[in-house]
């Protein structure tokens, strides 16, 4: 058990450390909890990090993965009725036409995201 008393320590982490630690928590099969416990952190903390990445607010170190997927938009004039989009993932692509099932969705994503 680890308990402690009294005023904690304000620790100072680079720019480069919080990078890396962010980095760590995005891949794949990283559990944030488990990171932020790693390195002595609060969940909470790493969270606000990674949404400073998402933000753009800090870097991640260029051998790091890209955590993120570029979105390529297109616009049609089309009926709402005729409405589609396309995913990419995974070298798959997923055509998704106005009133699909979401959860059927859901799950040809998680599918080929377990796939990659």
Sequence with gaps: MDMRTGVGRRRRWSEEQKGRIVAESFTAGAVVSEVARRYDLAPQHLFAWRKAARAGRL??????????????????????????????????????????????????????????
Excluded: H, M, N
């Design 59 to 116: 870097a991640l170190p260029e051998d790091a993965l890209p955590p993120f997927v570029p979105v390529v938009t297109s616009v049609e004039a089309r009926p709402l009725w005729l409405a589609r989009i396309s995913i990419e993932i995974a070298g798959a692509v997923v055509r998704v036409e106005a009133g699909a099932d979401l959860a059927l969705l859901a799950g040809v994503l998680r599918a080929l995201k377990a796939a990659a």
